[in-house]
């Protein structure tokens, strides 16, 4: 049991937070995580404040041509509910002095969040806090010391006393050099102060995609001056050759973890030929419930209410939604299946499509209908062009397939409210864990989910949604495409002989699947949980 009253005070680093739709500072996954995390923390009085960065213009609104292609807009956004702390730290990018002003976030019932700012007249850089994760190279490295090195000096300057530093992903590893010159600067040894900083530095690891693990060459990094007084050679020994921001954070930790059972062991895997690095633990993810989940569902299924009543409102309200974005008006009495994700090839937004002359007929007769969403990178052509293969199937089957642009936390609280299933299926085990899926897991919406991410913890099959794939993924097959022919074929499979049945004659099991989807993930897959884990496990230690 944790003791309440002796809590070591924890800094949270993120590049990214998703707090609630008006704020345009999260992209994905990685935001929404840590906006939950800062609720749950609030939520349960632990210590933790979190450090980030204000954005002027967030992550991109990605809209629809009327070619339908998707294209990028950005817009300056001014927030009145931020508090000036009155405080400015000021560090060197490129030999040049970079003023980050400190915001105070306190809006959305969330733990205090320090929010760095660049954007101030006396800056000739200004813009490094204009994009989130806008570009590469030069100005991704500029914003992740404002991160990391303009963080730290933050906390020292509002005079915060902080027991464990939390990088919340790679990109706050400049912290780490940071607390490094910090004592060197006091006359320890490059050595002391690397064992001195590790003992209060956590790490969380996400992308189990070795490509979506940042790195940066040697050269760039002392270019900018993102070595922080060290060496190349020590720049090394910390993060290789190029520098890697999830190696050195590795190496910089006292202990790591990934965010599911299965992720631990893919990220112990990926990384097991890095030297000296901490142990990687397995926390699975969990949500923030009153952001998430209409508690009318958890009454329902606790037995106080009809569940499928008010399964049928949450429906009703998604189909209005959908008719208001897109003017299609979908049908409430058919099977509605939910589908939204990062437009990257491995999550196959497209899958379902593959078999025309079995999909076709289902999506004709109006046997399924399905609501896409999801945000391609700005800067990935491939990942644009799943997305405007997906608009195309909205014009062929105008009547049964929607795309809403620009995804955010309205359209996925919507969809994940609202739909009857929650279909995802990505390349085992490239998922690192989906929370998305935990959301619609407690809104009593069915996961039909290969086994990747969290799902192969919560899964019962045919009881409390559906697996499908058998856990097969990327290593059992010889190429992609055997291995997605495999899903393709389980899919339509537990499509074709258990979701549509059930759908259609045997509404009763439905609902007692329903109801076993919310009782069966609400308590364990919410924050509380995983805010407690990562105290006992790794800030206790
Ligand atoms: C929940 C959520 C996510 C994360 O979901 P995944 O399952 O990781 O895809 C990303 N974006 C938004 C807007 C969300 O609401």
Known sequence: MLDKNNLPKVAYFCMEYGLDSIMRSYAGGLGILAGDYLKGAKDYDFPMIGIGIKWKQGYTDQKIDKDGKPYDTYHNYEYDFLEDTGVKVTIKIRQRDVICKVWLLNKFGNAPIYLLDTDI??????????????????????????????????????GHKIDVYHFNEGHAVFAGLELMREKIEKGLSFEDAWDKS????????????????????????????????????????????????????LRLSKISNAVAQLHKDTANKMWTNVDGRSDIIGITNAIHMPTWVDENMIKAADGNGDLWETHMKNKKALIDFVYERNGVKLDADKLLIGFSRRAAPYKRSNLIFTDESIVEPLLKEGKIQIVFSGKAHPLDDTGKKIVENIVKMTKKYPNSVVFLENYDMTIGRMLTRGSDIWLNNP????????????KAAMNGVLNCSILDGWWPEACNHGVNGWQFGDGKGVDDFNTLEELDAHDLKALYKVLLEEVLPTYYDHRDKWVAMMKESILSTKDYFSVKRMLEEYYENMYIK
């Open 121 to 158: 007249p006396e800056n000739e850089d200004a813009w490094i806090t204009g994009q989130l994760y806008g570009w590469f190279g030069e100005e991704r490295i500029a914003q992740e010391m404002v991160l990391g090195i303009g963080g730290i000096k933050a906390l020292r300057a509002l």
């Open 198 to 249: 590790k003992e209060e530095i956590v790490f969380t690891t996400h992308t189990p995609i070795v490509q979506g693990n940042e790195s940066h060459t040697l050269d760039r990094l002392m270019y900018m001056g993102a070595n922080n007084g060290l060496t190349i050679e020590q720049l090394v020994s910390l993060g290789g050759s190029p520098f890697n921001m999830t190696v050195a954070a």
């Open 427 to 438: 390349r085992r085990p490239l998922e690192a864990s989906g929370t998305s899926g935990m």
